[in-house]
């Protein structure tokens, strides 16, 4: 089940300007699902990684597993199958996702063909052009998630790219985001106007929160005058007058 160079051939589907745009981002919810890691090397660790940090539930197959990997046994984060990959392991009837990431390249081939055979998604660690899904790089600043990919192309350059990012996007976007979450949700609730809505929060955009954020100051006491300000009076000239006092606060720290 090769995927078609040009799918066009096999579906009537149009692409919008015929570029050859050909992977589709999605952000999956992996909490509780099971997912096989097959291989037990450096690139199955890095692979376990991702999926822990999105909760998933890893099933790594491999006779021999890197330390790290044990340790996540040992510790019941996953859980470690001693064996080489066989046909017909219980494990990838069950995954949603699985990844092929051995150093035997007819292992990995073997192991996608049985996962496509079942309807699964399959990641081939050695052979991108042949994976359901590819694993880009990431960025994760709390609820901020940024992901990188080339499309294969050069991971090298995903990874230098996500480098890029961290710098651009520091661990200050944690608390921003988790502010704005709060007070997106206050003025959802009180002000019933769509358009009203997309106005503050275009205006709330204006505040110099995340340099506020950065400087070190921005403690428990300001969050909790904001987060009142904004809900007794959520509208755009309070957005304003808040982007003004959030400008003095900065002011007055740098005098
Ligand atoms: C992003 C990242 C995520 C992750 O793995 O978590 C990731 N590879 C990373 C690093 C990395 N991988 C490789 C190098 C060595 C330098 C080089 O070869 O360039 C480095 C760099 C390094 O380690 O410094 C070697 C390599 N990778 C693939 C092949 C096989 C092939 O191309 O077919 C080979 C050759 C093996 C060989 O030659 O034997 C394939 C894939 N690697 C992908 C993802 C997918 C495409 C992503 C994209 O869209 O670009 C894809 C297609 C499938 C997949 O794995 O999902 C992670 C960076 C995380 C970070 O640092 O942020
Ligand atoms: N996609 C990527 O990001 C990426 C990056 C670098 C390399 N690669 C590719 O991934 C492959 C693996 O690289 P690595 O550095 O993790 O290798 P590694 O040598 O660190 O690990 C190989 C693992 O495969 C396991 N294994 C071997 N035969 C097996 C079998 N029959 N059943 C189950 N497990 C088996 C071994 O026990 C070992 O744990 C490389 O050959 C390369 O082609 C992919």
């Given at each position: ?34 997912c096989v890691i097959v291989g037990g090397g450096?690139v199955a660790?890095?692979k376990a ?9 890893i099933t790594v197959i491999s006779p021999?597993c ?14 470690l199958k001693?064996e080489s990959y066989r046909a017909?392991m219980?494990e990838l009837?069950?995954a949603?996702l699985i990844f092929a990431a051995t150093d035997q390249?007819q292992v990995n081939e073997a192991v996608r063909?049985e996962a496509?055979?079942?309807?699964k998604?399959v990641n081939s660690t050695d ?129």
């Open positions: 089940m090769d995927n078609p160079t040009n799918p066009t051939e096999l579906h009537s589907l149009n692409s919008i300007d015929g570029s050859q745009q050909r992977y589709y981002p999605l952000l999956v919810d992996l909490w509780g699902k099971p450096t660790e890095r990684q991702g999926l822990l940090e999105a909760g998933g539930r021999v890197s330390p790290q990997l044990q340790q996540w046994g040992l510790d019941r984060r996953l859980t001693h017909g219980p009837e069950e949603l390249p063909l496509q055979a079942l309807g998604l052979h991108a052009e042949q994976s359901g899904f590819i694993v880009p790089a990431v960025v994760r600043r709390g609820k901020l998630l940024l992901t990188v990919s080339t499309s294969g192309a050069s991971p090298a350059v995903a990874r230098k790219v996500r480098q890029e990012l961290e710098q651009v996007f520091g661990t200050e976007y944690e608390l921003y985001l988790d502010l704005l979450h709060e007070l997106r949700a206050e003025v959802q609730m009180k002000v019933g106007e769509t358009k009203e809505r997309q106005d503050i929060f275009r205006h709330m955009l204006g505040w110099r929160l995340l340099d506020w954020i950065r400087s070190g100051s921005f403690d428990d006491e300001a969050r909790g005058m904001l987060v009142e300000r904004v809900s007794a009076r959520p509208s755009v000239t309070e957005m304003d007058a808040i982007g003004d006092w959030i400008n003095r606060q900065l002011e007055n720290r740098n005098e």
